[in-house]
């Protein structure tokens, strides 16, 4: 990543689009401070996430960041409502079970709290994780190829999803994505190759 | 909290979902075989003791030349132990005209605290069991004493100066094998007659004794309070001092039983390695989410830790519950086997031994991959290809090397064996190692010249090269400890039968006059006994050693002052014999006829503390002798042929007034006409070993049974190991298989990819645990439990059948469902 600086304003989705290798998802990771940046600095909503260690980052994290993946990343021991508990319950919120649920519902899962993500289709799984995502009203989402695994139909059902609740929850949104659709919706594209933003 | 109550939530779940199901088997079957050894050792243990009681007629003996203080009767009596007297004299048994000398054993209300007594209601009769002891004004004597002085059960005997009425036959005691001193024939009477025999006057010879039963804890405390209170003279004996023979059976069989028990702890070990590696793995990703969502290290680990915890505490009551009733059943299996009575019922120690032992292997061999897992960074969420930083060096080794180590220290309580232990696991861990290294290098050679299973299955091995290793060496340590208990088992059994051979002489004989020897001997053969050496037996007193006088001398051992009151038996013999080892200095050589030169026992050497070349002095039937120690021999006492502690050479005491001795095997079921030989030679004491013998068998026997349960278990344990290592693949497999299939292998071709891979691990594994099983069975068979070794080359097929069949079956059964499941599914899914 070389002489990589930009800004994103609250509210704003975001596309970071670009061929394989090109560095979105490490540029998604030093954003989220999932990742350190060997030289430069990373600010979120005015704090500084290249002075914090790995735990400080977590609970920055844990108060103001969501996260969506092409994989979908549910935790199989849990069920679907766990895991959307599991968010607020890091984070200390009161109400974890009735919040996780409502959130549930929003999504169209309401029906299906009880089941495991091994029961659960592809595009009903990204449903959970967005539940999950937004369940915290995070300040960012940040999405890694959220519709990647899923069919052209869900996909797009999963995209309306995510820029409602990025209208509805004002939340900035960034997302790595191949699909040219997907990145259209977004209010801002960034190109990146070999490294850098073009 | 908030960690807890994730922990137990997913723990839940995970379980359901069938996730940790094998992470719990493993540890539950390892503990259950853990308890299940426990059980049944310290339920065969309890009766090796009782056993050995028997002989003693007591847990605890405390013996005298001297009347002993009431005061620890009534300690023993505070204390809630059981107690009865003894005291035994010899003196000479009238019937009419017919005298003999003969041991008396006046016993009081109580005796014998263990075993029982047999007696018959005529001479030589059928022995039942006797209730209480010899009423007063009765006694109850041995079938030879009636023999001998022509007496029968209702007659009336003279004991010194009272006269009493033969009410029985004496067939057998418990306490009569306890010493080979007591060669005359016994006579069973209450003690409170005792007074009116007036044989124990000041200054008779007399050993009295206390007997103590109870709790083995209670008795343990007691026998130090005894220690610490007893006078000069007094001797306590407990069941590990009640007779050579026994004492040995027990040593062995106890570190041969801790050593089988540390087989299966580190199968154990082995086995939660293994399946704490499997979920880390499989926690890899959860960790890496948990932490994107905000979890900070310590929540993530303490996640980890709880679940552990829950399943180490799970595993250890379900294993606990298992191993109780396997040992159960067990028991009600061997109960046919088990020649006396029930066992005792188990105490429960084992189960707290396991909990422990479970903690302490999981702290040893699970927590370090846990610190690893919660080092998993985040950024996995985004690149899968990221993992824990590697495990450092140290964490990796020292927890599993100090819970090796102590837990082998705990069961051994035995630092050189310890060491010799760990030495030896270090080296063979280090040879499997470099085995597997050795396999996976050789590998890529092979593989241009095989099918394309066999390719498929080597280039496994290859490339997962640390894991490959890892795995030759765990299922090579599961195989050789198997083959090694069996050899040990082998060579320890036929060591204990070879020491115990069916013609072990069974009659001894004493006080043969010189006179009468060639007649005697001639007698004997013509009886049917074939006869062991004749040694000449001379009583004599020892004075000095180097010159000192014995009051002025301490003794390195309590015995040694035993040996130095009381006149000893001193022979000389031409030859040592073949039950005499000489350990130092050198036998008789030309010239040394009537030197005076002796041969000492190592027990001698070590009870009175001397060397070669010192000079003792003895005085034998009133004339006194300087001899120098000559020679040094170790004994072989359980030869049942006449030894002696101090030989002389030939031609010193033969002009010594003095009797013979022998021994003679006569066959069971062939009439032993050891009455006419009685008869005809009056003044020979004859003595039958056989109830010895079946005492010495039967300890022997249990010990035997105790070494077979014991390998059953490990027996189990091993598989477990097994089975923890194939599962532990099987993800990596699972995703593999479905790659093949997806693109065009046959389901045929990748089960038997699967199968030449398990194939050529267990047979490299086999191999290396034969190997392995030769060197440490030598080891263990010289050092550990000094028994004869003899090489056996079926343990080299054992071993490559064993592995070849046991991993591959193992890894078959295991892998069965990965391979048939969808390829689609499984891609689908993720590993």
């Keep these: ?198 | 909290m908030r960690a807890l109550a994730l922990a137990l939530r997913s723990l839940s779940r995970e379980w359901r979902s069938g996730e940790l199901g094998v992470l719990l088997l493993a540890l539950a079957i390892a503990v259950s075989a853990l308890t299940a050894v426990g059980f049944v050792v310290s339920r065969v243990s309890a009766a090796v003791d009782l056993q050995a009681s028997e002989v003693l007629a007591a847990d605890l003996r405390l013996e005298s030349p001297s009347p002993l203080s009431t005061d620890y009767l009534v300690e023993a009596h505070r204390r809630g132990l059981l107690t009865a007297t003894s005291i035994g004299t010899l003196s000479v048994v009238f019937h009419g005209d017919a005298s003999q000398l003969t041991v008396i054993r006046a016993v009081s209300e109580g005796y014998p605290l263990r075993g029982t007594v047999q007696v018959a209601t005529s001479a030589f009769g059928v022995a039942t069991a006797a209730q209480g002891i010899p009423p007063p004004g009765e006694v109850w004597a041995e079938s030879r004493l009636l023999a001998m002085i022509d007496a029968k059960v209702g007659d009336a005997v003279s004991i010194g100066a009272a006269d009493l009425r033969v009410s029985r036959a004496l067939i057998s005691r418990p306490d009569q094998g306890s010493s080979f001193t007591e060669l005359a024939p016994a006579l069973l009477m209450n003690v409170a007659d005792l007074g009116s025999t007036q044989l124990i006057q000041p200054g008779s010879r007399a050993r009295h004794a206390q007997l103590f039963a109870g709790g083995r804890d209670a008795i343990a405390a007691f026998k130090a309070w005894l220690g610490a209170h007893k006078q000069r003279g007094e001797r306590i004996l407990d069941i590990t001092e009640s007779s050579p023979q026994v004492k040995s059976a027990i040593d062995r069989a106890g570190r041969f039983l801790g050593l089988a028990s540390l087989v299966a702890v580190l199968l154990c070990a082995i086995a939660v390695a293994m399946a704490a590696r499997r979920y880390v793995q499989r926690h890899l990703d959860s960790v890496a989410l948990l932490k994107t969502l905000g979890a900070t290290r310590a929540f993530t680990l303490t996640v980890s830790l709880a679940q552990l915890g829950l399943i180490a505490v799970a595993a250890a009551a379900v294993g606990a519950a298992l191993g109780y009733l396997a040992q159960a059943w067990l028991v009600i299996a061997l109960r046919d086997l088990l020649a006396v009575g029930n066992l005792p019922a188990p105490n429960l120690a084992p189960i707290v031994l396991a909990v422990i032992t479970a903690v302490a292997i999981l702290a040893g061999f699970a927590l370090p991959p846990l610190l690893q897992l919660a080092q998993v960074p985040a950024i996995r969420v985004l690149r899968r290809d990221v993992g824990p930083p590697r495990l450092a060096a140290w964490l990796a080794f020292w927890p599993a090397a100090i819970a090796v180590v102590g837990l082998i220290y705990w069961v051994v309580r035995d630092l050189a064996l310890l060491s010799g232990f760990v030495a030896g696991l270090a080296v063979f861990l280090a040879v499997l190692a470099l085995g597997g290294w050795l396999l996976v290098r050789l590998a890529g050679a092979l593989r241009g010249r095989v099918g394309v299973a066999w390719r498929y299955g080597i280039a496994n091995l290859a490339r997962r090269r640390a894991e490959s290793i890892v795995q030759v060496v765990a299922f090579g340590l599961g195989i050789m400890v198997l083959l090694l208990l069996a050899l040990v088992r082998r060579d320890l059994l036929e060591d204990w039968r070879a020491s115990l051979p069916a013609d072990v002489p069974n009659f001894f004989f004493i006080n043969i006059p010189p006179a009468e020897r060639t007649a005697f001997f001639d007698a004997l053969k013509d009886a049917g006994g074939e006869a062991t050496r004749a040694l000449p037996m001379i009583r004599g007193r020892m004075t000095a050693i180097n010159g000192r006088a014995l009051d002025d001398i301490v003794f390195p051992r309590e015995d040694g002052e035993g040996f130095a009151n009381r006149e000893q038996n001193l022979t000389w013999s031409t030859e040592p014999g073949a039950d005499n080892k000489i350990v130092a200095g050198h036998w008789w050589r030309p010239g040394d006829e009537g030197q005076p030169l002796v041969s000492i026992a190592t027990e001698y050497r070590d009870s009175v503390g001397l060397e070669l070349g010192d000079r003792i002095t003895f005085d034998v039937a009133g004339e006194a002798f300087t001899a120098t120690v000559a020679s040094i021999r170790e004994v072989k006492w359980d030869s049942f042929q006449p030894n002696f502690f101090l030989m002389f050479p030939p031609g010193l005491l033969d002009a010594t007034a003095g009797t013979w001795m022998t021994s003679a095997y006569f066959a069971p079921g062939a009439p032993r006409p050891i009455a006419q030989l009685v008869k005809r030679f009056p003044s020979v004491s004859v003595f039958d070993l056989d109830n010895i013998l079946a005492q010495v068998r039967g300890v022997i026997d249990k010990a035997a049974i105790a070494v077979q349960s014991v390998f059953i278990f490990t027996l189990f344990a091993g598989l477990t190991v097994l089975l923890a290592a194939v599962q532990a693949s099987r993800d990596e497999r699972r995703f593999e298989s479905a790659m093949l299939r997806t693109l065009g292998a046959s389901g045929g071709t990748v089960r038997a990819g699967v199968l030449a891979e398990f194939v050529t691990l267990g047979l490299l594994a086999g191999l290396l645990a034969a190997a392995g099983a030769s060197v440490a069975g030598f080891l263990v068979a010289r050092h550990v439990l000094d028994v004869h070794y003899s090489f056996d080359a079926r343990v080299w097929a054992w071993g490559l059948a064993a592995g070849a069949v046991l991993v591959a079956g193992g890894g078959w059964l295991a892998t069965r469902s990965v391979v048939r499941q969808s390829p689609l599914l499984t891609l689908r899914g993720g590993a």
Excluded: W
């Excluded at chain 1, 600086?5 to 596309?15: C, D, H, K, R, T």
């Excluded at chain 1, 990373?42 to 092409?70: M, N």
């Design chain 1, 1 to 198: 990543m070389r002489d990589v600086s930009l800004a994103i304003a609250a509210g704003e989705s975001v596309a970071i689009v670009g061929p394989s290798g090109a560095g979105k998802s490490t540029l998604l990771a030093l954003l989220a401070g999932l990742d350190l940046p060997t030289a430069g600095r990373v600010r979120l909503g005015g704090t500084d996430l290249t002075s914090l260690d790995e735990d400080g980052r977590a609970r920055l994290r844990a108060e103001r960041v969501g996260f969506v993946f092409q994989a979908f990343h549910l935790i199989p021991a849990l069920t679907a409502l766990e895991n959307v508990m599991l968010p607020l319950e890091l984070a200390d919120r009161r109400d974890a079970h009735a919040q996780a649920r409502q959130a549930l519902e929003r999504v169209g899962l309401g029906a299906r709290t009880g089941h495991y993500p091994r029961q659960l289709s592809g595009g009903e799984q990204q449903r959970v994780a967005m539940a999950r995502a937004f369940v915290t009203r995070p300040a960012v989402l940040f999405a890694d190829e959220p519709t990647g695994n899923l069919d052209a139909a869900t996909g797009a059902r999963v995209c309306d999803l995510l820029f409602e609740m990025n209208r509805d929850l004002q939340t900035t949104v960034v997302l790595v994505t191949h699909d040219h659709a997907l990145a259209g919706r977004c209010t801002r594209a960034l190109h990146m190759d070999a490294g850098r933003l073009t």
